[in-house]
């Protein structure tokens, strides 16, 4: 319940955004106006009602002149009320300036009727014209400021004039009035002080206020606008964020199917390479228990390690007797190649196969004697063709 009471108390349907900021306060003014003339016009109306049925005769009647008189209080008292109520109504349905007009003319109008029964004696006369003309200066614009001072300065100008007149034309509810019907001594009352000053700080609440006004208008309306600019700046960045957001996550996409691609390129590369390294190492059956290995490249510790894993291997799994090593196409046998291929001999013969190595070739030997390398425990032979046969 009061959560749905907040949300109407702010829903304002104004579309300027200058008057929605100033719907909010004036909405406030419009009820704590209700709420004052309810409960306070009421009784100053009887008091004016009680004090003028005092001042006649008891045994007598009211005359038509009061009568009349009292008529136009309960009127301004009714239009003191019925002002702001319309005006609260008219903001409701988003008419801003029309509820600032109905509230300033309708003040404005109820007093004024009271100023003329009362008369200009009283200091608070001079005081509540000055609300309408706030409301006026902060609200409603020059213009409407302008037409309002100017209209309460003629209208106290004039019911002061009326007043001073002999017998007096207005302010018939006033003190001096009062006393006079009640038998006392009319003295016609000095209005030219407080006229003077009336006029005098009317115009000077004007002119502040028109001042004011314009620019508290301006400053709210910068505000507005530099709100606006943040906004748009706002939602630009929210764009532009969205936009690289986007972006980036398109670069992430990429960036993990590329992986995804290169992890697989990697596994089908080191395939690959397994494959080679296979091929690379042939071993070939010539019969039932001769297997020939022929080696191409150069050997370095890894490759000569695999020599030995697939000839084992092979000698196990055929039961081969004879392997040939053909090294016809290794263009390079150094000391290391050389112990590789010893321990690949003395590995066989661990599982009763003979090996003979095939094509040393005439620099390769100078080599392994330059070296010092001793082979005479292995046997050779300078072609494949000569092992085979030796071999068959």
Do not use: C
Request: no cysteine; glycine share 8%; net charge neutral.
């Amino acid at each position: 319940m009061t959560q749905a009471l907040r949300t109407w108390w702010g829903r304002i349907p104004v579309s300027n955004l200058v008057q929605r900021q100033q719907a909010g306060f004036f909405q406030v003014v419009l009820v704590g106006w209700i709420i004052l003339a309810t409960f306070g016009l009421p009784l100053n109306f009887l008091r004016s009602f009680a004090g003028g049925q005092s001042a006649m005769p008891t045994s007598e009647a009211l005359p038509p002149i009061m009568i009349a008189l009292i008529s136009l209080l309960f009127l301004a008292t009714l239009m003191l009320w019925l002002a702001p109520v319309i005006a609260l109504v008219l903001l409701r349905r988003g008419r801003f300036a029309a509820a600032v007009a109905m509230a300033v003319w309708g003040l404005l109008f109820g007093h004024t009727i009271a100023t003329y029964a009362l008369g200009v004696t009283d200091p608070s006369v001079y005081v509540v014209y000055q609300i309408p003309i706030t409301l006026a200066g902060l609200l409603g614009g020059r213009r409407m400021l302008l037409a309002v001072s100017g209209y309460g300065i003629g209208f106290v100008l004039l019911v002061g004039f009326l007043q001073s007149m002999s017998p007096p034309q207005a302010g018939f509810f006033s003190a001096a009035a009062m006393a006079a019907a009640m038998g006392g001594t009319a003295t016609t009352p000095d209005l030219g002080q407080p006229l003077v000053f009336f006029v005098a700080v009317t115009l000077l609440i004007s002119l502040m206020l028109d001042r004011f006004g314009a620019a508290l208008r301006g400053a709210l309306s910068q505000a507005l606008e530099r709100e606006a600019e943040l906004e748009g700046i706002r939602g630009s960045l929210e764009v532009m964020v969205g936009e690289r957001t986007a972006a980036l996550e398109t670069a992430l996409h990429d960036i993990r199917r590329q992986a995804d691609e290169q992890n697989l390129l990697l596994t089908e590369n080191a395939q690959q390479r397994d494959f080679i390294r296979e091929m690379s190492v042939p071993v070939l059956p010539i019969s039932n228990d001769t297997l020939v290995m022929p080696l191409v490249g150069a050997l370095d510790s890894a490759r000569l390690a695999h020599i030995q894993e697939q000839a084992l291997g092979r000698l196990e799994s055929t039961r081969a007797r004879h392997l040939l090593l053909d090294i016809t196409g290794v263009p390079v046998v150094d000391t290391q190649v050389a112990q590789g291929l010893i321990r690949v001999v003395q590995a066989a013969r661990l599982l009763g196969a003979l090996v003979t190595l095939v094509g040393i070739r005439p620099e390769v030997a100078q080599s392994i004697v330059g070296l010092g390398i001793d082979l005479r425990d292995i046997r050779t032979h300078s072609t494949l063709q000569s092992a085979l046969g030796h071999a068959v």
